[in-house]
């Protein structure tokens, strides 16, 4: 999963944070680091809610990447790119 | 587009006994999502009301269209000088906001727990120990969040009742106690200043008359628009928040037990009595000519975010008035949204937590005692006094 962050409209509540420390880093004023941000499979669970809880809508999880990801690796495993 | 409501004089707005301010709020999603209220400020003048979250997000995020800049505090003493960051517009807001931020940043805060946590107990236990029954917001609630707040300014306790007398008189006493303990706080934090500037020392004061903003020192009047701030808005919101949730679990001894058997719920269930029970409105100022969601907005108009209200929309919350503590994706706005977020919403939030943590570990079972009725009032900031729990 891949999480877009529009640190733009960032305004500090650190909802995310609070979930999910490990996943969301904050600068020393408590704001998000700009860039985007690829969750391990074992965050995933936490860095949802830590996205779903952010007032300014400033974090939005990217789930056309997970599909993007699965066939990449599908077709990887299958043996590369036949169309 | 204009209705009869009033943050200060509708039905349940007054000091009421075993009122419910919130629930008597809600009801402004039966009318449009934006009216016109002509009396809705302490000095009667109009404001539009902005019911829905996501048009107060909208006003909230356009600086460039609503202005902060009120002098709210600084007029009621005929004087026109700003709270900072509260009532500065971008950009001038971003600088002293960016000066302030590590002051208040959420790992900043995590070095004051063991300080906050062991306020809440000393003075628990000094409940406890006393008696089986408390006024909660006199010997707990006021004195738990004022204790902390001078200890981030780097005072000492003993000034403590001083302080929230000053604090009631400001927010809701009659206009000449208000305009006197106006006076009395500016006086103050002048004088701490002054002080600090002669005598420098480690605390919050000496770092803001230390600070430089541009390159420059701050100006006198821009030390005392922080110091002021501060002063307000750390003086009764946290322990108004902690009252109304203490009231909420006296009456649902159910929740109570749940929190007081699985504690690692406390933390999201904080957020939904945030949510449920928050106690500001933000105010705007239009600067221009706007038509709002239909709304003719004129500049020079007053616009009011009231977060009790945005908290109760039900396109925004399921069941707006259902009490859920394990509610997620709780977006409230109990701290507002945009840039004027709330600069100390990372300490009022963990002396909420810790607060409620300590208080359910160490207090028995709790409800209000037989024959009293804990009194709310709406208003600048809504209020609940009289709140006396009982554990006999």
Known sequence: MRIIVHNDKCQGHARCWAHAPDVFKLDDEGYILAGDIEVAERDE??????????????????????ALLDRFLFNQACGGFNT | MVRDFSLFTSPGMG??????????VA?????????????NTRDGRGTWVITRAKDQRRVLHDTATFSSHRSIFASALGENWPMIPLELDPPAHGVFRSLLNPLLEPKRVMVLEPAIRERAIVLIDGISAASTNCDVMKDFAFPFAVSIFLHFL???????????GWGKDLLHGEGVKRTAAARTIVAFIDDLAAVRRKEPTDDFMTFVVEAKVDGRPLTDEEVRGIG????VAGL???????????????????DQQLLRREPDRIGLAAEELLRAYST????RVAKKDIEFEG????????????????????AEFENPNTIDLAREDNRHTAFAYGPHRCLGSHLARREIVIGLEEWLSRIPDFRIKEDTAPITYGGHVFGIENLILDWS
């Open chain 2, 27 to 39: 009801c402004a999603h039966d009318a449009p999502s934006i009216f016109y209220s002509p009396n």
């Open chain 2, 154 to 164: 780097g005072l000492p306790d003993e000034r403590l009742d001083t302080f929230v």
């Open chain 2, 280 to 283: 500001v409105q933000m105010i």
């Open chain 2, 15 to 24: 000091p009421t006994p075993d009122g419910d301010p919130h629930a008597a």
């Open chain 2, 236 to 254: 009764d919101t946290v322990a108004t928040a902690i009252g109304f949730d203490l009231a909420y679990l006296a009456r649902n001894p159910k």
């Open chain 2, 228 to 231: 002021v701030l501060v002063f």
């Open chain 2, 295 to 314: 709304a003719p907005i004129r500049k020079g108009d007053y616009i009011s975010c009231a977060t009790m209200i945005a908290n109760r929309d039900p």
């Open chain 1, 45 to 66: 669970l936490l860095a949802t809610r830590g996205a779903r809880s952010c007032p300014e809508r400033a974090l939005e999880i990217d789930r056309a990447f997970d």
